[in-house]
């Protein structure tokens, strides 16, 4: 189970979960192996609101880093997201298609949006950004937001 | 012309949102439901005034079960309905209806797009059935 680091601002808090890396767009990226299982963050989650439909490259689809990977549309917006590992995509979360409200209720656990597996994980984990540069990211974000 | 105070009204409460989408929505197919489908058979209690604890929308929920129509996750209208002594035949998050309705994209505010007046006519078709289904209920009941 991950720790948290937390960013309480107003009335709404944001976590950060430590064992995983993060793009600057809110996605994370947990290794398991050579196989990369990846999500959106806590903090994009709640900014982009209620999920409506997550659309997610098929399985078998061969991804370039930061080749989009997901269409989230919320109420609010749609958000397209670049995948976060350069591989080919091996396992879609079910739940994606039957139930995307899990991304909003469990970012971080059952909430995971697809599985990458990948022989380059070394180089682009060099290009992803770590758990409290993500956390201070998000709040120079949330803090801008907060202020408009 | 039906009696106003007729306890066979079913009560259609939906979300007050102003300023967002998914609660227009609910207001519109609200309308759609009370005036245009269903005005004999329902009664648009308005949200703010069970809040206000008004008398006359506390004894509509009294006399029979009320729809609810809700614009986010916070389910204000069917906490609120609850809260005031009602029940609830049927609740509905705008969010789910939009699901089974994929090809209606609401969008705008004061005004909603062509996608959100039609997604709040499939609603309002859907809410008629549960009126009727109530209402049928309510009848074998006595």
Redesign the interface.
């Given at each position: 189970m991950p720790k948290y680091l937390e960013l309480t601002l107003d009335k709404f808090t944001f976590k950060v979960a430590d064992d995983r890396f993060y793009t600057p767009a809110g996605l994370w990226a947990l290794p398991e192996g050579n196989r990369i299982r990846i999500g959106l963050s806590d903090f994009q989650q709640q900014r982009s609101g209620d999920v409506a439909f997550a659309e997610i490259k098929p399985v078998g689809t061969q991804l370039a880093f930061d080749e989009e990977v997901a269409v989230i549309e919320t109420i609010k917006v749609n958000i397209s997201l670049g995948s976060p590992v350069t591989g080919k995509v091996v396992e879609v979360n079910p739940a994606m298609s039957d139930a995307p409200e899990v991304i909003n209720q469990d970012p971080y656990d059952t909430g995971w949006m697809a599985i990458i597996e990948t022989d380059h994980w070394e180089a682009d984990k060099a290009r992803l950004i770590n758990p409290q540069t993500y956390f201070d990211h998000m709040k120079s974000l949330a803090e801008e937001e907060l202020n408009q | 012309m039906s009696d106003p105070k007729s306890p066979r009204k079913i009560a259609i409460v939906p979300c007050s949102g102003i300023g967002k989408?998914?609660g227009s929505v609910s207001r519109e197919a609200a309308y759609d439901v009370t005036g245009e489908l269903r005005p004999e058979d329902t009664r648009l209690v308005s949200l703010a005034m069970l809040v206000l604890g008004d008398e006359d929308a506390r004894a509509t929920l009294a006399e029979a079960p009320a729809v609810t129509i809700d614009g986010?996750?916070l389910a204000c209208a069917t906490k609120m309905v609850r809260e005031s002594g009602g029940t609830v035949a049927q609740d509905y998050a705008v969010?789910d209806v939009?699901?089974r309705y994929?090809q209606f994209k609401p969008q705008g505010i004061a005004e909603l797009n062509e996608g959100g007046k039609q997604l709040a006519h499939a609603l309002a078709e859907e809410i008629a059935t549960v009126v009727d289904h109530s209402l049928s209920q309510g009848d074998k009941n006595g």
């Open positions: - | 989408t998914y986010c996750k969010l939009y699901r994929k």
